[in-house]
């Protein structure tokens, strides 16, 4: 069956809203699986910074999750497919760039640590993704995203969610898998 995007952002938000672990990497893994989420595709800007935040709430992050979603979805819905190729920014940082500010409520006219912090992130992860290099791969750049969030969260605000050793378990559906150069990459799978 084929899925709108508008389709597919309410499809996340039901999943997501059923999800209880404080594990975002299981959490998006889970409905990664779903059959209306692509190898590739732009549904990844908003699930990946979706099952950040739904983690978060779970572990004891302040966030009215109703509100938090909406505002995600009004800031990735405009993001175009392959912006990792054509714009030199991933839109699974950019998801969870966008998740650290509606978090900490910042705007481009925010002046405090926050508005640095949330540059710091995703200025931190791009790096990391600079030295893999590519073919894109919206599983990778979620797995890094993601994870590089948990350890920014834990790092500077103290709050801890679950977050386990990371294997791809999509290696087969991807025809660009970089194999032993991604961090992830699963050889039990292939």
């Given at each position: ?17 059923k ?15 779903k ?54 920014m ?29 540059m710091?992130?995703t ?20 797995f ?44 039990s799978?292939?």
């Amino acid at each position: 069956m084929e899925y709108t995007l508008e389709e597919k952002y309410k499809l996340i938000k039901e999943d997501i809203l059923k999800q209880t672990s404080k594990n975002p990497i299981e959490i998006a893994k889970c409905i990664m699986h779903k059959d209306y989420i692509n190898i590739h595709g732009p549904e990844h800007h908003y699930l990946d910074g979706a099952s950040f935040m739904i983690a978060y709430k779970n572990a004891g992050g302040n966030i009215d999750i109703e509100k938090g979603l909406e505002a995600l979805k009004e800031r990735t819905i405009k993001m175009p497919g392959a912006m990792c190729g054509y714009w030199g920014m991933c839109g699974s940082t950019a998801s969870l760039g966008a998740v650290l500010s509606i978090i900490h409520e910042v705007g481009p006219l925010t002046d405090n640590h926050y508005y640095s912090d949330d540059m710091e992130y995703t200025s931190s992860v791009i790096s990391k993704m600079s030295k893999i290099g590519g073919p894109r791969c919206c599983k990778r750049n979620a797995f890094l995203s993601i994870s590089t969030a948990v350890e920014h969260i834990k790092n500077k605000y103290d709050i801890e969610m679950e977050l386990n050793k990371i294997k791809c378990e999509f290696t087969n559906y991807n025809k660009q898998c970089i194999k032993d150069r991604c961090p992830f990459f699963n050889k039990s799978c292939f």
